[in-house]
């Protein structure tokens, strides 16, 4: 919500290999050697604070990279299709869609200093019904700040009809 609708995205961490996309009979449009990398950064989404998407365990994930002395309180989540979000007892996000829910885990805040993760109490912020923010309690202003949000992937299971599930396994 009020993010920098022009925020450009960049490669980081290029990868081994590239990819050739010959598709259709128009040769203009065909592309060839397009590199991969392991994550992708928007900057500036709003102001000092960046965008950073990446792979994880087989999952899309993304941070909020808050530059020191930008406000994380300008970073915030509009969900459409749900019709209301909610805080559960362990800080997480619940939204509520037709035919169920859908989670996401309590924000992992955290610094780096020298070299080591520094964890900082943070949470979800109700913004609305279907809007969220983030609360970060005090930190090193001097320093970035990674909002880490993500969703409870098997949130993703079933649907609103009849399912059933044998051996389902989590690690």
């Known amino acids: 919500v ?19 996309y010959f598709i259709g009979n ?8 397009v590199p991969h990398f392991s994550r992708a950064r928007y900057q500036n989404v709003y102001p000092g ?5 990446y792979g994880n365990q087989g999952q899309l ?7 020191p002395g930008a406000d994380n309180k300008q970073i915030r989540l509009a969900f459409e299709g749900a019709d209301k979000a909610e805080l ?5 996000l619940v ?12 924000p992992v805040v955290y610094q780096q200093v020298n070299g080591a993760r520094k964890p900082i109490a943070a949470g979800y912020r109700l913004q609305g019904p279907r809007e969220v923010g983030f609360w970060v309690a005090p ?3 001097s320093s970035p700040l990674v909002i880490d949000p993500a969703l409870v992937y098997s949130t993703y299971l079933g649907g609103s009809g009849g399912d059933a599930a044998s051996a389902i396994a989590v690690d």
């Open 2 to 20: 009020g993010a920098n609708p022009a925020a450009q995205p960049a490669g980081l961490d290029q990868l081994p290999g590239v990819s050739n």
């Open 26 to 33: 128009e040769p203009s449009k065909w592309r060839t050697n």
């Open 88 to 92: 559960d007892e362990q800080g997480r």
């Open 61 to 67: 994930e993304y941070d909020f990279v808050v530059a």
């Open 49 to 53: 604070v960046d965008l950073v998407f």
């Open 139 to 141: 930190r090193d202003a």
């Open 95 to 106: 939204l509520h869609v037709r035919g169920g829910e859908v989670r996401l885990r309590k």
